[in-house]
């Protein structure tokens, strides 16, 4: 992954540092409803802010339609 990281980053895309291993058997109700368990509270959250965080700091850069 981290070697990844460094071919996303020479061709500028921007990457989400934080993860989480999700299952579709404890983290989804009825394998649709996102319900994580409560163990990944904390890495949920973190993934979550990182993605909010950079699609506010590359919102100039869409184009729009």
């Known amino acids: 992954m981290e070697n990844l990281r460094l071919v996303m980053g020479e061709i500028k895309v921007a990457d989400v540092r934080a993860q989480v291993a999700l299952s579709m058997w404890t983290d989804f109700e009825n394998f649709t409803t996102f ?30 339609h």
Not at 55 to 64: D, H, P, Q, S
């Open 35 to 64: 319900k994580p368990h409560e163990r990944h509270d904390k890495a949920v959250h973190s993934m979550a802010d990182e993605v909010i965080a950079w699609g506010g700091a590359l919102k100039a850069l869409r184009i729009t």
